[in-house]
Nanobody, 125 residues
């Protein structure tokens, strides 16, 4: 399975951007897809994760209310809608997937089986 992240770009503070993570093939139904990000000079950070049917999503506490995850299994895609963007949201965003049915360890990058190549988001002040 290959993941392709897209949708990054340059946006002004306060604006919105939607990232997309497309899978190369239909993954098993019991999977969790997450987004991580890495800002310049910082460690990789968990952003959020959504379960296989899209009905349950978890977010990093600081991002709740601004970032929204959704998925369309018919199109093998997971989207990350980012609103009210701030300069500190500037980072390379990565999507990742793991074969799992529970959220234990979802913030641990080592738990993920597949990774996309990353898409860069720059928020100007």
């Amino acid at each position: 399975v290959q993941l392709q992240a897209s949708g990054g770009g340059l946006v002004q503070a306060g604006g919105s951007l939607t990232l997309s993570c497309a899978a190369s093939e239909r993954t098993v139904t019991n999977n969790i897809v997450a987004w991580f990000r890495r800002a310049p000079g910082k460690e990789r950070e968990f952003v959020g994760a959504v379960n296989w049917n899209g009905k349950t999503a978890l977010y990093e506490d600081s991002l709740k209310g601004r970032f929204i995850l959704s998925r369309d299994n018919a199109k093998n895609t997971v989207s990350l809608q980012m609103n009210s963007l701030k300069p500190e949201d500037t980072a390379v965003y990565y999507c990742a997937a793991m074969i799992a049915t529970d959220y234990s360890g979802i913030r641990n990058p080592d738990r993920y089986d597949y990774w996309g190549q990353g898409t860069k988001v720059t928020v100007s002040s």
